[in-house]
């Protein structure tokens, strides 16, 4: 079975600052990896994902993450944080292909303060 | 491209009636749907796969007599539950993946469920 750790609940951030979401993971077997965004009262949207390859993957708006298959994380962070980056991020992981079944971490909520 | 629609966004009713939570692809056909679900300010828990055409598979723990759905076509699976109760006040979520290639999943914007 698969697990995944986010160790910060919380993260109060200043608008312009930089921040860096954790996340660890455990699995037996190789995984996908994915960062998923949730603003209040909607669905998740997909902000990256690790399938293979480079492991440094970038979104459109600014965020990354690097996969770090010794220490088995996929931290995300972006250089200086915007109001609207307000949200939960959730990271999470799948086994075998990348639209199978998630395990998510717990979220992590951003607060970006003015 | 890859939108999920979720109808309702919002539900309010009584203890003891059932509710229907339908989730759509709209631009592509999706053979496996997934309903999560998640309680305020907590991750989201995955309750069941749906696969179109045939029996959804349940996770540990969810009553496959409570929560029903059915995926009777490639754009459409629901979630209906039955006699709900205040406990079952929730948000729900779909997702689905499209159908070629190894493509991660789409969520619709959920259905807050609040039953009094």
């Known amino acids: 079975a698969q697990s995944v750790t986010q160790l910060d609940s919380q993260v109060p951030v200043f608008e312009e600052a930089p921040v860096e979401l954790r996340c660890n993971y455990s699995s037996s077997v190789s995984v996908y990896l994915f960062w998923y965004v949730q603003y209040p009262n909607q669905g998740l949207q997909l902000l990256l994902k690790y399938l293979s390859g480079s492991t440094l993957v970038e979104s459109i708006n600014g965020f990354e993450a690097e996969f770090n298959k010794s220490q088995t994380s996929f931290h995300l962070r972006k250089p200086s944080v915007h109001i609207s980056d307000t949200a939960e991020y959730f990271c999470a992981v799948s086994v075998g292909a990348a639209g199978n079944k998630l395990t998510f971490g717990g979220g992590t909520r951003v607060l970006v303060k003015p | 491209g890859a939108v999920v629609s979720q109808h309702p966004s919002w539900v309010i009713c009584k203890s003891g009636t059932s509710v229907k939570i339908e989730c759509r692809s709209l631009d592509f056909q999706a053979t496996t749907m997934f309903w999560y679900r998640q309680f305020p300010k907590q991750s989201l828990m995955l309750m069941a796969t749906?696969?179109?055409?045939?029996?959804?598979?349940?996770e540990q723990g969810v009553e496959k007599d409570k929560f029903l759905i059915n995926h009777a076509s490639l754009t459409l699976s629901t979630l209906t539950v039955t006699s709900a109760h205040p406990e079952d006040s929730s948000f729900y979520i779909c997702?689905?993946?499209?159908?070629?290639?190894?493509?991660?999943?789409?969520f619709g914007d959920g259905t807050r469920l609040s039953i009094l």
């Open positions: 749906s696969n179109e055409g045939s029996k959804a598979t349940y």
């Open positions: 997702s689905a993946i499209p159908g070629q290639g190894d493509q991660p999943q789409h």
